[in-house]
T-cell receptor
Framework: ELKVEQNPLFLSMQEGKNYTIYCNYS?????LYWYRQDPGKSLESLFV?????AVKQEGRLMASLDTKARLSTLHITAAVHDLSATYFC????????????FGTGTSLTVIP | NAGVMQNPRHLVRRRGQEARLRCSPM?????VYWYRQLPEEGLKFMVY????????ESGMPKERFSAEFPKEGPSILRIQQVVRGDSAAYFC??????????????FGAGSRLTVL
């Protein structure tokens, strides 16, 4: 069974601190997506990583992909309260008919 | 560009009633996905459709649930004889024709079903 696992599931951090969220998956894939979801809202696309070694940065967030290790990371630099949300990674496996598999989500709370 | 439109946003049903959730994909998108999100949980894949064709329904419960994406009109997720365990947020997403590109899913705002 294909698995997409994120850790930690819950993260509480102080403003100004750095932290990394990990996304491990159990299938062959060269496409990894990160989404953000605010409480009661829909999912917003953050990053699309399309190849091994891909790195994308937007503001205080940076995502990377290691397809050999089947691992993606979402690094948070100098966290601010506005980053509080749930973050999901999603994998598009090769040759599965375009079905996306989502991770369990990481609920991030940034404390002032 | 109106994005992915879902309605209703909130739906309350009593046990045994039917729920119909509608989703209009983004303009230019021909693929629709339905996901279910239970409180405090991640997204669970339900079904993936093209116009007039179900591509993958491996995530759909075998009974009471059905989905369609007709040639004209929105995609519909139908839940018959709802039970309390069906209470969840149902998200629709759309994407363009799969290609070598990014193929990002665009999500709708979700339909929140409450079964009394």
């Amino acid at each position: 069974e294909l698995k997409v696992e994120q850790n930690p599931l819950f993260l509480s951090m102080q403003e100004g601190k750095n932290y990394t969220i990990y996304c491990n998956y159990s299938t062959t894939s060269d496409r990894l997506y990160w989404y953000r979801q605010d409480p009661g809202k829909s999912l917003e696309s953050l990053f699309v990583l399309l190849s091994n070694g891909a790195v994308k940065q937007e503001g205080r967030l940076m995502a990377s992909l290691d397809t050999k290790a089947r691992l993606s990371t979402l690094h948070i630099t100098a966290a601010v309260h506005d980053l509080s949300a749930t973050y999901f990674c999603a994998v598009l496996p090769i040759n599965t008919g375009n079905q996306f598999y989502f991770g369990t989500g990481t609920s991030l709370t940034v404390i002032p | 560009n109106a994005g992915v439109m879902q309605n209703p946003r909130h739906l309350v049903r009593r046990r045994g009633q039917e729920a119909r959730l509608r989703c209009s994909p983004m303009k230019g998108h021909s693929h629709v996905y339905w996901y279910r999100q239970l409180p405090e949980e991640g997204l669970k894949f339900m079904v993936y459709l093209q116009k007039e064709n179900i591509i993958d329904e491996s995530g759909m419960p075998k009974e009471r649930f059905s989905a369609e994406f007709p040639k004209e009109g929105p995609s519909i997720l139908r839940i018959q004889q709802v039970v309390r365990g069906d209470s969840a947020a149902y998200f629709c997403a759309s994407s363009p024709v799969p290609s070598a590109g990014a193929n990002v899913l665009t999500f709708g705002a979700g339909s929140r079903l409450t079964v009394l």
